[in-house]
RNA sequence: GCGGAAGUGGCGUAAUUGGUAGCCGCACCAGACUUAGGAUCUGGCGCCGCAAGGCGUGGGGGUUCGAGUCCCUUCUUCCGCACCA
């Protein structure tokens, strides 16, 4: 009898089961701690080792707490609707909710056979009806709310409703769009229906507005801008396109400050703080306008430098901007227009290979200097974006290095605005000295100045102070089946939401799952599917995004059915303590979920301003692929001989992918090799040493790449507790690391022998009661302190060394 | 270009606070046992050198009694952002 992990496993697995040993109650005096996966997308792939890597600490971390007498919530769920499953729809017909419930079954099968301490009474699925109707909820409380800038918090629109009533649009400071009416209250009242609609939704948190849209005719819906990499889609790599459509929106914007300064707050790897702070993008600045007076307009720029007015020689826009035809004069006309057709041709790519060159076209106007009243030149160049700011920008060649190797290279003026500036070679953009050639503020220094700029430009009504935000407001309609529908329906060309009795609005069932022919999105094809059989439903569905970003307090309460979750049960929880998962989502997850989760408490759903106290992130583990070499004949054809690697350079070869699960330390198993590529069962082989040593190289694990090693094989060969311990051993969790199975005999030696101090050679249990030694003693607490602090820090890898050589003493 | 992380034996790594660099594991080498095995146990294992000894944490410089750790500089790799006005 020796160590047999199986039954080992099977009985404590079942045991757990039996007695339900990891369900979770609010009733009791324990102090809680609430640890969270990020919860998974089941795919069709299965898990592959490197999926459960940050699972296996935080069921470590899980398991430490309740030794140590938490009350530890530690739920798993699925973030089932997806893009994959509508994919495979499409293919073969299947609703995708077989597809999903199929791979359900598998994860957690998967997951079991791992031995993690979930309460799974708390399970969630996106894609079930009664979770989605709570991401329904949230969104109509989000069409229902505005944001107040005065009580900075969102507000049910009832508030905004009144203030309008009372006193108008005056006194109302709102996040929203910037083109909002100007109305007393006596003319709101006289709005119609339409008109008041209307102008709500400039307000509202969810709204509607036509937007530039990343498009993708291939999967016939829209992507969000994390979801396009390269101009084409994320998933499948099909071309995007830009074009103008009615669109969802999510006001995010609204949070940018409060998303900004929460970071302080939580204790989160910096890099991944530094990144959403990238993201969010504020920089303080004024908004300048530049009059034209032949189109009777003015062009608004952003800028961060108000201070170096006076040292503007001319006026960048976008190639994409509004304003572009009609500043063209005929004389220019030829020369934009071809710049305009050059640009768009550029890809992302030869625009990102291009930073150096300068390149623009003059439109042949000119706009009037602010504060001077001069002329002003009017170009575009593609160094500006659309996007940014108001996609235009005013040119200081003195304190700006593109501004200066545009001037230089067109031949426009450099002024010096500075005492302190040097610009024989370059801009010089520093704050130190005191301004000259800069009318009322010659003299001043640059804390001086803003001020003064700043007031007399809003005297003029010619520019004020401004903050701007890189971040844009989330576009949240998809033109998908496989998603939560959006409760809202269309009278007049209004939206209006559906009675929350109403909820959950089911998604309809569809013949195919493509859009209809006259493009609309698949639920266009769902028949007789109308509100009260009268009115037109939203026929986009909600994003991959919107069931993750609040899954965490749906654990709290899952079967919930008249709340997302009790008052009782989110007081009692309040936020994750500590949440593990993928760096990947910086920017996508973690931050809707930061924003739904800011907006639930500003309606007073719950107390926390940040969801997630504590996170970690994980690192991804690669695939360690293996080749073998095959000769080439003469004619470089491929020949049925195969080299080992110390041989290879003797002879010309192609590598090729063999899959790992036939490779032992580098060394082929030949009769596992003719097994795999039967169209090579007679192959022969250049041994060295009388082995064949294959090459290996690191990539992302794969089927095509044979690299895919599965939980379920090493379980059944080495156990569950030999797999968790070798990928924590393995390195530092935050760390990216190939997997590699070669070292795990010594993760799994180490257990058997600890089995054995404990086993006689007939695999009885037998302790003793003897008073253990005094170097027992000392081993035991020594190691005692060691896991804990280890634990404690996430340095799960040395806390495994630890123990082993804790053992090597105690069998000394 | 900007921001971040990281470079330590053949490999994964350790060194928690500036204090004996390389713990633990893999691979490898030698030995024991032997029903010859991809089992188990024992010992060795940074590099150069027979040794004494010397060198050694990507390179160069510095601070310090003392540096893998701190500072400057430089190179490389990975991640994020993409001309941010």
Same mark, same amino acid.
């Given at each position: ?178 083109? &909002?009416?100007?109305?007393?209250? !006596? ?7 339409? /008109? =008041?609609?209307? #102008?709500?939704?400039? *307000? ?111 006026? &960048?826009?976008?190639?994409?901007? !509004? ?7 005929? /004389? =220019?006309?030829? #020369?934009?227009?071809? *710049? ?117 430009? !809003? ?354």
């Amino acid at each position: 009898m020796d160590y047999n992990h199986r039954s080992i496993e099977q009985k404590w697995q079942q045991f757990w089961a039996d007695h339900q040993t990891f369900k979770t109650s609010e009733s009791t005096e324990k102090p809680k701690y609430y640890v969270l996966d990020m919860f998974p997308y089941p795919s069709g792939a299965g898990l592959h080792v490197g999926h459960p890597l940050g699972y296996i600490a935080s069921d470590i971390f899980s398991r430490y707490k309740r030794l140590k007498g938490f009350n530890v919530l530690h739920p798993m769920g699925y973030d089932s609707f997806g893009l994959p499953a509508e994919q495979y729809a499409i293919q073969t017909g299947q609703h995708p909710a077989i597809t999903t419930e199929t791979n359900i079954n598998r994860y957690r099968e998967q997951l079991d056979n791992i031995g993690f301490s979930y309460d799974w009474s708390r399970e969630v699925r996106t894609s079930d009806p009664g979770y989605y109707k709570w991401t329904q909820w949230i969104f109509m409380r989000l069409f229902e709310a505005w944001y107040n800038k005065e009580t900075d918090q969102a507000e049910s629109v009832n508030t905004l409703i009144y203030k309008f009533e009372n006193n108008g649009s005056t006194g109302v400071f709102a996040v929203s769009d910037d083109d &909002v009416n100007v109305f007393t209250a !006596e003319e709101w009242k006289a709005y119609s229906e339409e /008109e =008041q609609q209307h #102008e709500l939704l400039k *307000y509202r948190l969810a709204y509607l507005r036509e937007s530039t849209v990343n498009w993708c005719a291939a999967l016939g819906t829209v992507l969000a801008n994390d979801e396009v990499i390269n101009g084409v889609s994320e998933r499948g790599g099909y071309p995007v396109e830009q074009k103008k459509m009615m669109q969802w929106s999510m006001r995010i914007t609204a949070y940018a400050d409060r998303l900004l300064k929460g970071l302080d707050t939580v204790d989160w790897p910096e890099p991944l703080v530094e990144m959403q702070r990238n993201w969010i993008g504020k920089s303080v600045g004024a908004s300048v306008k530049f009059p034209v007076p032949q189109l009777d307009t003015v062009i608004e720029v952003f800028t961060t430098r108000v201070d170096t007015i006076f040292g503007v020689s001319f006026i &960048v826009l976008a190639p994409e901007h !509004e304003l572009v035809a009609d500043l063209t004069t005929d /004389e =220019q006309r030829a #020369e934009v227009e071809s *710049y305009i057709d050059k640009t768009s041709k550029k890809s992302e790519l030869d625009r990102m290979a291009d930073t150096k060159t300068v390149s623009g076209a003059f439109t042949g106007s000119y706009a009037k200097h602010p504060l001077t009243g001069e002329d002003v030149q009017i170009w575009i160049a593609d160094y500006v974006l659309a996007g940014y700011g108001t996609g235009a920008v005013m040119a200081v060649p003195s304190g700006d290095q593109r501004d200066y190797l545009f001037a230089k290279n067109f031949g426009l003026p450099v002024i010096p605005i500075s005492d302190s500036q040097n610009i024989e070679e370059a801009a010089d953009p520093n704050k130190d000295g005191r301004y000259i050639n800069s009318d009322f503020i010659n003299g001043m220094t640059y804390a001086e100045a803003v001020p003064a700029l700043v007031e007399r430009l !809003e005297n003029l009504g010619l520019g004020k102070a401004k903050v701007n935000f890189r971040m844009r407001d989330a576009i949240f309609g998809r033109q998908r089946y496989w998603g939560e529908p959006v409760p809202v329906y269309f009278k007049d060309g209004l939206p209006y939401l559906i009675k929350e009795e109403e909820l959950p609005l089911l998604l309809p069932e569809v013949d195919k799952y493509l859009p209809t022919e006259s493009g609309e999105p698949p639920l266009g094809r769902a028949e007789g599917w109308k509100y009260q059989d009268e009115y037109e439903y939203e026929l986009s569905t909600m994003p991959g995004w919107a069931g993750s970003s609040w899954y965490w307090l749906r654990y709290m309460d899952p079967q919930n059915d008249t709340a997302f979750a009790s008052r009782e049960a989110v007081d009692y929880w309040k936020a994750v303590d500590l949440y593990i998962g993928g760096s990947e989502h910086a920017t996508g997850h973690l931050l809707y979920s930061r924003f739904w989760n800011k907006f639930l408490k500003d309606l007073g759903y719950h107390n926390e301003e940040e969801p997630f106290k504590k996170l970690i992130n994980q690192g991804m583990i690669q695939g360690r692929s293996n080749f073998v070499y095959r000769i080439l004949d003469e004619e470089g054809k491929g020949t049925n001989k195969f080299v080992s690697l110390g041989l290879k350079d003797q002879y010309n070869t192609i590598p090729l992918h063999v899959d790992v699960n036939i490779v032992h330390h580098d060394v082929l198993n030949l009769d596992g090799f003719r097994k795999f590529r039967p169209d090579f069962s007679d192959a022969e082989f250049i041994l060295e040493n009388g082995k064949y040593i294959c090459g290996a190289e690191v990539e992302k694990m794969s089927k095509s790449k044979f690299n895919v090693v599965n939980p379920d094989d090493i379980i059944r060969q080495f156990g569950a507790d030999t797999l968790r311990l070798y990928e924590m051993f393995l390195g530092p969790l935050e760390q990216s690391k190939p997997w590699n199975t070669n070292g795990i005999e010594g993760v799994y030696k180490f257990l058997r022998k600890i089995w054995r101090l404990f086993h006689d050679a007939e695999g009885n249990f037998v302790v003793s009661d003897e008073e253990p030694t005094k170097a027992e003693y000392k081993a035991l607490h020594k190691i005692i302190k060691k896991v804990e602090e280890d634990i404690e820090r996430f340095s799960f890898n040395t806390s495994v060394s630890a123990f082993m050589i804790c053992v090597n003493e105690l069998t000394d």
